[in-house]
């Protein structure tokens, strides 16, 4: 008999991709969502908040493994945290938590969040598995899409991207889910680096439509560390198979 697994965030980008993958693994799955969901297709939802500290303990109890997927622009430490003491406290026999790569090289408050919640997993006391990915194809697009409404295209010198398919990613964490507790595993990043400008132009190739490109340089210890390549993960990562490419031909038709 095979406990349930916890997911949070599972009506995300990346929990979209997840909880069918475990589904058709044979698993049981809870997910932990803001908002009331009706269960079905053997998905059991409960409401509870992270960052609050609400509904927490409902959500772990009887878990055997928490797949923790949620996350936002600023407070992922602190709700990790909570997360914590609640699976500590309900038993949970193993933790696997999504990060990003660059958590402890980027001098940013997102990365540095992420670096806080990785801590809070590898020193909970419980078996853990952390894998940090890459920006997703999603992401791209979002970003691709807000600068090609500006009349000149922005093209910062040095920032680099390596995005990585979010069904690529889903599929690794679900195997990892699935085995022994395996500490911080090798970063999954796309097949391809790109130029920001670079990825911004293919979605405007896509659509048919350009743009002036105007160098601009990043300043500080943000700008040196993006020129440095600390996002990136050059050698002994994984490496998805769909590029930006790939990505772009099956949203844009």
Known sequence: MTSTILVTGGTGT???HVVPLLRAAGRDVRVLSRRDRECADGIEYV???LLKGEGIEDAVAGAGTVLHLAGGPKGDDEATRNLVRAASGAG?????YISVIGADRIPLGYFRSKLGAERAVAESGLPWT???AAQFHDLALTV???MAKMPVLPAPGGLRWQPVDAREVAARLVQLALGEPAGLVPDLAGPKVYELAELTRGYLRAHGRSRLTLPVRMPGKVGRAYRAGENLTLEGAAVGERTWEDFLAERVR
Not at 92 to 96: F, G
Request: cysteine-free; charged content about 25%; overall charge positive.
């Open 47 to 49: 409401t509870g908040d």
């Open 92 to 96: 949970v026999r193993h933790l696997v």
């Open 144 to 146: 691709a899409g807000k």
């Open 130 to 132: 952390t894998l940090r």
């Open 14 to 16: 990346l929990g979209g």
